[in-house]
């Protein structure tokens, strides 16, 4: 896609900007870091939009700092009060749909991840938001604790102008099919194959 040219142009019965406005599944994966952040990051232009952002993380416990929680916070409050931006609301799965350091069954949490999809897929059918980060959302998938053609099917069919953000390592080979957008990260260099650890403002 040199200079951000299409290099083809389908036969869909669509305009150009039809095409070019039509809402996108996103897929970040891949091994390396990332990917998280690189959702982040189009959750804020969106916000920029006046788009109304959910994010809502798998897997993280809801004792884990992530610095972008803190930042659009902060940005629901301006919006809020001064009408900037988006409404923004961050959901994490520790609270009420988490697995990671709750006692249970794996059969509980399970139960848990189920949950938290249709709370999500409620949400979706409904045209709740313009844009989803479901954030490390491969896992519950990978595990078969979410059916994956179930997603497949309620992101094929979403209605509206919303945009849907997957991150997380072995994204389902059925969800990479449907998607719009696939990233995948890879390692090059890191860090911690010198003994560094995470460091606050680059991990959190």
Same mark, same amino acid.
């Given at each position: ?25 996103? #897929? ?6 990332? %990917? ?26 809801? %004792? ?29 799965? @520790? ?31 409904? @045209? ?25 099917? #309620? ?8 945009? #849907?953000? #997957? ?38």
């Amino acid at each position: 896609m040199p200079q951000g040219r299409v290099t083809t142009t389908p036969d869909d019965g669509l305009t150009t900007r039809q095409r070019r406005n039509r809402p996108l599944v996103i #897929v970040h994966t891949g091994e390396m870091k990332g %990917k998280s952040t690189a959702a982040f990051g189009l959750a804020l232009r969106g916000w920029s939009q006046g788009w109304s952002i959910a994010v809502f993380q798998f897997v993280k416990s809801a %004792k884990w700092k992530v610095g972008e929680e803190e930042a659009f916070r902060a940005l629901g409050a301006v919006h809020a009060e001064h009408g900037t931006g988006g409404p923004v609301e961050w959901h994490k799965m @520790g609270v009420g749909w988490s697995w990671t350091r709750k006692r249970g069954s794996e059969q509980d949490h399970a139960a848990d991840a189920a949950a938290g999809w249709a709370e999500i897929r409620r949400r979706i059918e409904a @045209g709740a938001h313009d844009m989803y980060v479901l954030d490390e959302f491969t896992y519950p998938l990978k595990w078969g604790w979410v059916d994956v053609d179930e997603v497949v099917e #309620v992101l094929a069919a979403r209605p509206g102008h919303q945009h #849907v953000v #997957v991150t997380g390592r072995d994204a389902p080979a059925a969800l990479i099919e449907a998607a719009d957008l696939v990233m995948q990260t890879t390692k090059v260099k890191h860090p911690m194959d010198a003994g560094q650890k995470g460091q606050r403002g680059i991990e959190w």
